[in-house]
């Protein structure tokens, strides 16, 4: 082997570019999601188009994403006015509008505190270690643990995939990060008895991290009864209690935020997806008692940037002005009602029906053959785009801006690809 190495000559010759589609992408970007056979390349409101012109009604808004759609005339001024403006300064120094930000999300939920970063992920890893420094700094526990529950979701960094009480995401990743302790959903006793066994054994419990509403996991919304009682022992034992709202928020469960479908409010909660409309934005929010960050403590170079600040505040804006929690709340009834005239059509396939405002699932008896990504892919043939939740639930996540019509024509759709796959 010689021991001189030929260095590629990055700018020397013209790019060449391919038209790209489902037979050639792979050639140049890493095979890490089992994409469905379309390219799309433009939408508008609740519709994308792909390459070969098809249209579909768009029921995945990006993952829960696109809160106000594509294209539309709020974020498009936006993006424009404060790119002419200030699009990136880092946070060595103050940016009035993540000031404004961090204001109207504190205005607007039972936190006192905002840092913001670029996804979900990151938003989690931000509110893990603002409970580690707490529980060292508050609580004087050495090893802290955190719960999580199984079938959660809380991202794909190290850390995340070990809250993510998903044994699928961590395969091949090992060594996990310590310090994570998982219990079955919306059932307390497990919680109960985690938390005194973890005692015994000098891992104390300081904080749970849960989903008001799993979305990843299978669509589940979590129990009032439950929370409530999971919010007495946070109280009693000082422990801190993580809202991951990153799916589940910003308006998209018919209210602001998930755990007000509960009656409780978190001490730390997280936000992404929808905060931004599908521009890359992550805030951690915390009440004042747990804030024990301080300069140092935690940073993002992108972070609450100028430009992804205006776009999420305007996004903010438009939920507020437009009243559109009175339409996920509308339209959530119109399609859990379309989604349950279908099951009852097919009750050997269908086993349920649920969710909150415009986060819901269906679905599917476990002894039967279909899996979720048949219906998925039978209903892109015929215009309508949804996602899975797991191996056997569907998914509907459409932008907050759906209309009753677009609603009813998703329902036919539905309707059509499912008599196409059980013929
Ligand atoms: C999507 C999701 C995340 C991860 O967000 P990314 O932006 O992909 O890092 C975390 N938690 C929940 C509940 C999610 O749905």
Redesign the pocket.
Known sequence: MSSETIVKQSLETPTAYTKFNADNFNAYVMNTYGRFPIALERGEGCRVWDTEGKEYLDFVAG??TCTLGHAHHVMMATVSEQMQKLHHVSNLYYIPVQGELAQWLIQHSCADKAFFCN??????EGAIKLARKYAHEKLNIENPTILTAHA?????TLA?ITATGQPKYHKGFSPLMPGFYYVPYNDITAIESAIAELDKDKRQVAAIML?ALQ??GGVRPGEITYFQRIREICNEKGILLIL?????GMGRSGKLWGYENLGIEPDIF?S??GLGGGI?I?AMLCKSHCDVFEAGSHASTFGGNPFVCAVALAVCQTLEKENLLANVQLRGEDLRTGLKAIAAKYPNLFREVRGWGLINGMELNSDVELTSIDIVKASMNEGLLIVPAGPKVLRFVPPLIITETEVMEAMDALARAIANVVK
């Open positions: 993952i829960a996804s979900g992920a990151e938003a989690n959660s979701f809380h991202g794909r995340t989903e979305g990843e991951d709202e990153v799916q589940a997280t992404a997806k890359p992550g």
